[in-house]
């Protein structure tokens, strides 16, 4: 028999399919036609070190950390979303990219949940410490960005809005700003519909924002958070005048959820899997014990 799992909206996609599988296969078709057709910057053997870095890290971290097994779906996300945002002279740096975006979802927790998103944190951790990777933004055709938005909007079907409604919110919030700011400077519509089109906030609002792992369990909770990347973002690209805003303000508010869930608590988000089938008892528990107390079955969807 089928197994149904929550209720929408519950914090849990219906039915056994694992949301990650789908956006693994929009990310991977999405790569392959920029390679091939677009010359997005990202060899097929520089595309192969990234991904062999995220899959030996997951690898080398679920053993550290006494994972019960292996699950390169969260990994191959990861290092794909990096195959098309990051960018880096040396094999090395993208490798240590790589490395630190899988690294910072076992090492960097709280209460059982990583804090950063893994490739928004990479990304960021490596512009800083670096200053020799960068983010390729710009590198979609008008076509393609519009043939990701209906994948990646596809993504909101498939996960049965599990975390649909933050990327809903943080993209209204985003456009509201875009929208307003030219309105008050009179400038043409044409200027805020730009911004907008861009592969690179596709990818972080389907992909990097929408993250379960690391978003507020509450709903309210999630639209405050949207609320706070989306004027965050704002900041740093019009008053900061820096690249990048995005990543900037979706790493600073990334640290507040531990605290946005502490004043606004909701039911805590499990990938479909054998090792979330766990009855309701024992998953309220497991959310006041540290993450090294638990069993290894309940910590193997990292």
């Known amino acids: 028999m089928r197994e149904v799992t929550s209720r929408p909206g519950r914090g849990r996609p219906i039915g056994p399919h694992d949301p990650r599988l789908y956006q693994i296969a929009v990310l991977a078709a999405l790569l392959l036609y920029g390679m091939v057709w677009l010359d997005f910057g990202v060899s097929p053997?520089?595309?192969?070190?990234?991904?062999?870095?995220?899959?030996?890290a997951q690898y080398v971290c679920g053993r550290t950390w006494g994972l019960s097994r292996f699950d390169p779906k969260s990994a191959l996300?990861?290092?794909?979303?990096?195959?098309?945002?990051?960018r880096a002279n040396e094999p090395l740096l993208a490798i240590l990219t790589a490395t630190a975006a899988i690294v910072s979802k076992f090492a960097l927790r709280w209460r059982g949940k990583h804090v950063f998103n893994p490739t928004n944190f990479g990304l960021v951790a490596m512009m800083l410490v670096t200053g020799q990777v960068w983010v390729s933004p710009g590198q979609?055709?008008?076509?393609?960005?519009?043939?990701?938005?209906?994948?990646?909007?596809?993504c909101l079907v498939v996960t049965r809005a599990g975390r649909a409604?933050?990327?809903l919110m943080f993209l209204g919030a985003w456009a509201a700003l875009l929208?307003?700011?030219?309105?008050?400077?009179?400038?043409?519509?044409?200027?805020?519909?730009?911004?907008?089109e861009s592969g690179a906030l596709i990818l972080f609002a389907f992909f990097m924002i929408s993250?379960?792992?690391?978003?507020?369990?509450?709903?309210?909770?999630?639209?405050?958070?949207?609320?706070l990347v989306a004027?965050?973002?704002y900041v740093v690209q019009f008053v900061l005048f820096r690249t990048n805003g995005l990543l900037?303000?979706?790493?600073?508010?990334?640290?507040?959820?531990?605290?946005i869930d502490w004043l606004l608590p909701g039911q805590r988000y499990q990938w479909p899997s054998p090792s979330s089938r766990v009855d309701t008892a024992s998953e309220a528990r497991s959310q006041d014990e540290p993450a090294g107390f638990r069993p290894a079955v309940e910590r193997s969807s990292v």
């Open 45 to 56: 053997d520089r595309a192969l070190v990234i991904l062999g870095a995220a899959l030996a």
């Open 77 to 86: 996300i990861s290092g794909l979303s990096l195959c098309l945002l990051c």
């Open 140 to 154: 979609w055709g008008s076509a393609a960005t519009f043939g990701f938005l209906m994948a990646s909007a596809g």
């Open 165 to 167: 409604d933050v990327t």
């Open 179 to 196: 929208l307003g700011r030219s309105t008050w400077l009179g400038e043409p519509l044409v200027i805020p519909v730009h911004r907008l």
């Open 211 to 227: 993250d379960p792992k690391t978003t507020p369990d509450s709903r309210v909770g999630r639209a405050l958070f949207a609320g």
């Open 231 to 233: 004027a965050g973002a």
């Open 248 to 259: 900037w303000s979706l790493a600073v508010a990334s640290v507040l959820v531990p605290v």
